[in-house]
Nanobody, 124 residues
Framework: QVQLVESGGGLVQAGGSLRLFCAASGRTLSFSAYAMGWFRQAPGKEREFVAAVSWGGGSIYYADSVKGRFTISRDNAKNTVALQMNSLKPEDTAVYYC???????????????WGQGTQVTVSS
């Protein structure tokens, strides 16, 4: 089991930027064996896919709504994954979750471990 802890959320004005981090840990962690994803959930809405990166970083996927504004990256030496969010919009407001899984997918069911989430609020 992988333990994930997100950080970096906060309140930002529309057009601003935030960088989210997710740190992975575990007694027998092989971080580089996991695909990593970011998802978000706004109040009253279902959890939705934001971005994903394969174990080696060779495959990256984005939701259409964030393409060109968000960038996912990972550092296997530090067991971390980041989400750089630029040109933020009020509709980006949500709790953002980091997830780890055995395959790179846009579907939440494909991920086995989840963080507790970090709140991102974008004011207009």
């Amino acid at each position: 089991q992988v333990q994930l802890v997100e950080s970096g959320g906060g309140l930002v004005q529309a057009g601003g930027s935030l960088r989210l981090f997710c740190a992975a840990s575990g007694r027998t962690l092989s971080f580089s064996a996991y695909a990593m994803g970011w998802f978000r959930q706004a109040p009253g809405k279902e959890r939705e896919f934001v971005a994903a990166v394969s174990w080696g970083g060779g495959s990256i996927y984005y939701a259409d709504s964030v393409k060109g504004r968000f960038t996912i990256s990972r550092d296997n030496a530090k067991n971390t994954v980041a989400l750089q969010m630029n040109s933020l919009k009020p509709e980006d407001t949500a709790v953002y979750y980091c997830a780890a899984g055995r395959r790179t997918t846009t579907q939440p069911v494909g991920y086995d471990s989840w963080g507790q989430g970090t709140q991102v609020t974008v004011s207009s």
